[in-house]
């Protein structure tokens, strides 16, 4: 079974400051890759998706994700961020076979605060 | 607009009772995805969906139960409510034609309290 795992559980930042969400994810074959963002009492959001070519994926809101099929990482990046940036993400897998159709497996999530 | 609603948007209720959770979306997909939210442990997969008569368990079914008579709902009960199913509720749902691509949108979320 996939397993997604997001390394940092918080992570704070001052604002116009650069910062990493880092996940990793176990699977040794193809898959597709997601990031989605929770802002305070909303549902999940789509910020960016991995499919296939170019590894670099831009999102919403400046956010940019790498793809790393070596390390099995997809690391999202912001080079300054923004008090409305505070939020919850979700790094996400899903497998491109009709087994597992459709179906996302979540990490942990990484609430990232933005202070002033 | 195409949207995804949940209600009630809170509940609290008793160990023991049935409750039902709604969904309701007018997107028109085929699948739909009901997963709980909880520290720590980000969102698990309850129940899902791929059509009309479809539903599969997910890696948390136990105590729960869903049924698809059309496109547009899909109720997640809880049979006999336990305090270990207090937790944010959300439903989701995609389009279901291109298999794993696709991005799911996310009700608002129920926030269910069990004492």
């Known amino acids: 079974a996939q397993s997604v795992t997001q390394l940092d559980s918080q992570v704070p930042v001052f604002e116009e400051a650069p910062v990493e969400l880092r996940c990793n994810y176990s699977?040794?074959?193809?898959?597709?890759l997601f990031w989605y963002v929770q802002y305070p009492n909303q549902g999940l959001q789509l910020l960016l998706k991995?499919?296939?070519?170019?590894?670099l994926v831009k999102g919403i809101n400046g956010f940019e994700a790498e793809f790393n099929k070596s390390q099995t990482s997809f690391h999202l990046r912001k080079p300054s961020v923004h008090i409305s940036d505070t939020a919850e993400y979700f790094c996400a897998v899903s497998d491109p076979d009709g087994t597992s159709y459709g179906k996302l497996t979540f990490g942990q999530g990484t609430i990232l605060t933005v202070h002033p | 607009d195409a949207e995804i609603t949940q209600s009630p948007r809170h509940k609290i209720t008793e160990t023991g009772r049935q409750v039902t959770l709604a969904c309701h979306q007018t997107?028109?997909?085929?699948?739909m995805f009901w997963y709980r939210q909880d520290l720590g442990h980000g969102l698990r997969l309850i129940h899902y969906?791929?059509?009309?008569?479809?539903?599969n368990k997910g890696e948390v079914s136990d105590g729960y139960s869903v049924s698809r008579s059309n496109t547009e709902d899909l109720p997640l009960t809880l049979e006999s409510a336990a305090s270990s199913q207090t937790s944010v509720y959300f439903c989701?749902?995609?389009?279901?034609?291109?298999?794993?691509?696709?991005?799911?949108?996310f009700g608002p979320g129920t926030r269910l309290l069990v004492l």
């Open positions: 997107w028109n997909h085929n699948n």
């Open positions: 969906s791929y059509g009309v008569q479809d539903t």
């Open positions: 991995y499919l296939s070519g170019s590894t």
């Open positions: 699977s040794s074959v193809s898959v597709y």
């Open positions: 989701a749902s995609s389009e279901g034609i291109l298999a794993g691509q696709e991005t799911q949108y």
